[in-house]
């Protein structure tokens, strides 16, 4: 709190992301936190990651009183038996109470998606675009599975002989140089071309469009179909 005392006091910051991937793991730290925010009444506009599965209606009520009017839930994939291949054991019950728990508290979301996890297809991956349009984000994060130096899926991507990015540019999501893992379906050039491919899908969607037009005006739209105009050229497509 004292972080956030000295960015509004000195610098008159209005905007904050609380950069922690467990932030709502210790609900009473939370609330703590939410209730000296809402005391100060600095008028904050804060986004916070979090765990679908942690989160509570109390605990989200509490957090849009303080200002934290986005969440980021990392759900990485559409189908279950994809998310259990990554230890991410999620059901889709727990997804949908908390991601409705949110939306009900008013609190707009930000879905983190990841295409080419190790047990990915062309069929998983589509179950994976599904169900962010089925739920209507306000913002997706579609990324591919990387071999990150240090991790389980670089040590055993080495272990197999699989083809890894040459340069760090090649870990970079965006990049020309972009180099994802294949999964043991398809190839890494299947997986990227899929992702950039659902980014246009996702954002050019008449339903999601229209939510974002009425939640955030014309102006925000203009923006997401200029967004919509540009492409990254690809070295492995």
């Not at 609380?18 to 939370?30: E, G, L, M, N, S």
């Not at 599965?53 to 605990?59: A, F, H, K, N, Y």
């Not at 879905?111 to 998983?124: H, M």
Request: glycine share 6%.
């Amino acid at each position: 709190m004292e972080e956030v005392d000295y960015l509004v006091k000195n610098y008159g910051v209005k905007n904050i992301r609380i950069v922690d991937d467990i932030f709502t793991f210790k609900p009473d730290a939370v609330i703590e936190l939410c209730d000296m925010l809402i005391e100060r009444d600095y008028g904050l506009n804060i986004w916070s990651y979090a765990r679908v599965d942690t989160v509570t209606e109390p605990m989200l009520k509490k957090m849009k009183r303080a200002g934290i009017h986005w969440v980021c839930y990392g759900l990485e994939a559409g189908h279950e038996k994809v998310r259990e291949g990554v230890f991410k054991r999620l059901t889709l019950d727990k997804i949908e109470k908390g991601i409705k728990m949110t939306q009900e508290a008013g609190i707009y979301i930000l879905a983190n998606f990841v295409f080419g996890l190790p047990d990915d297809d062309s069929e998983t991956m589509q179950a994976t675009l599904d169900m962010a349009k089925e739920f209507n984000f306000e913002y997706v994060n579609f990324y591919v599975a990387m071999a990150w130096p240090g991790s389980k899926l670089y040590d055993d991507a080495v272990k197999d002989g699989m083809e890894l990015p040459k340069t760090w540019a090649g870990y970079a999501q965006l990049s020309e140089d972009t180099l994802p893992l294949p999964t043991k379906h398809i190839s890494a050039s299947q997986v990227l071309r899929f992702r950039d491919e659902a980014f246009v899908s996702y954002f050019s969607n008449p339903k999601y469009l229209d939510m974002m037009e009425r939640k955030f005006g014309q102006d925000v739209v203009a923006r997401i179909k200029d967004m919509l105009t540009h492409s990254i050229k690809r070295k492995h497509i």
